[in-house]
Every structure is written in structure tokens, then in C-alpha cells.
Nanobody, 115 residues
Framework: QVQLVESGGGLVQAGGSLRLSCAASGSIAGINAMGWYRQTPGKQRELVANIASGGATNYADSVKGRFTISRDNGKNTVYLQMNSLKPEDTAVYYC?????????WGQGTQVTVSS
């Protein structure tokens, strides 16, 4: 099992920036991709960004050009730099890692963007 601890959420004005971090511990040897999802009340959890073990990334269209995902394999940590934030980015952001046939989730961190 992998434990994920997220940090960096909070309240920011529109146009501002936040950086989310997620540190993994436990059975980290089997981690492949790492990523971030987000969820708002009444909606399904949606992919924000994903980064493969080799560094390939993909982003939701809504965040392309504004968000950047990166990972530090030495620290077993994945980051999400969020710039030019919009009120519609308000959500609970969840860190996730993919292992063979298993996906682990963090507890979530709230991001609120005020207009």
C-alpha cells in the first residue's frame, strides 16, 4: 500500500498561483504514473494532470498552459504548479499514484479561488 500526503491547498484570488505537493511513502517501488484529480460537489472526479514514470505528461484541456505537473523521484513527490487560477478551478484536489492493477489516493486538499 502507498500512503499519500498532500499539502499546499488554500484560498487564492483569481489570477493567483498555488503549488500542491504530494509525498508518497510505503510500497513506492511499484509506482508508475502519478497525478492529480479534482472534484466539486455533485460532480465526478476528473483528471487534472498526469505524469508517467518516464516523465511524459498529459493535462485536462481546461488547465493546459496554466498548470504544470512535475515529479521528484528521489523524494517520491509529485507537484502541481497552478498559475492564472480561475474560480472554476475551485475544487478538492486529490493526489493519486498508479501501480500495477492498483490506484492509491490521497485525502484531498481544498483549493478555493475567489473572484
Amino acid at each position: 500500500q502507498v500512503q499519500l500526503v498532500e499539502s499546499g491547498g488554500g484560498l487564492v484570488q483569481a489570477g493567483g498561483s498555488l503549488r500542491l505537493s504530494c509525498a508518497a511513502s510505503g510500497s513506492i517501488a511499484g509506482i508508475n504514473a502519478m497525478g492529480w484529480y479534482r472534484q466539486t460537489p455533485g460532480k465526478q472526479r476528473e483528471l487534472v494532470a498526469n505524469i508517467a514514470s518516464g516523465g511524459a505528461t498529459n493535462y485536462a484541456d481546461s488547465v493546459k498552459g496554466r498548470f504544470t505537473i512535475s515529479r521528484d523521484n528521489g523524494k517520491n513527490t509529485v507537484y502541481l504548479q497552478m498559475n492564472s487560477l480561475k474560480p472554476e478551478d475551485t475544487a478538492v484536489y486529490y493526489c493519486t499514484v498508479a501501480r500495477t492493477n492498483v490506484r492509491d489516493w490521497g485525502q484531498g486538499t481544498q483549493v478555493t479561488v475567489s473572484s
